[in-house]
Nanobody
Framework: QVQLVESGGGLVQPGGSLRLSCAASRNVFRFYVMGWYRQAPGKQRELVAAFTSVSVGNTNYGEFVKGRFTISRDNAKNTVDLQMNSLSPEDTAVYYC?????????WGQGTQVTVSS
């Protein structure tokens, strides 16, 4: 069973940084491609950052990221992190960890990120 648990959200001032972490159940990394998505109120869920394959390799980022965010993973700890810098109020959203294969998508419960002064 795939379990994803996000942590690290919170309130941050514009220009600040946050680091989100997703703890995945054992062996998820072996079979699923990992990524982060977000959903702001009244908007569709969108890609923030994701690996392009099960093995550590290339990554994709949403166009709005513009070099501010970095996705990383620790296979030994079964965690996928999202380092977010230069945050703006437009980054306010619930951030979700995602694990997917060709036919299935799994989501964590989400963690709220609020960027406000």
């Amino acid at each position: 069973q795939v379990q994803l648990v996000e942590s690290g959200g919170g309130l941050v001032q514009p220009g600040g940084s946050l680091r989100l972490s997703c703890a995945a159940s054992r062996n998820v990394f072996r079979f699923y491609v990992m990524g982060w998505y977000r959903q702001a109120p009244g908007k569709q869920r969108e890609l923030v950052a994701a690996f392009t394959s099960v093995s550590v390799g290339n990554t994709n980022y949403g166009e709005f990221v513009k070099g501010r965010f970095t996705i990383s993973r620790d296979n030994a700890k079964n965690t996928v992190d999202l380092q977010m810098n230069s945050l703006s109020p437009e980054d306010t959203a619930v951030y979700y960890c995602n694990a997917r294969d060709s036919t299935r998508n799994f989501w964590g419960q989400g963690t709220q990120v609020t960027v406000s002064s």
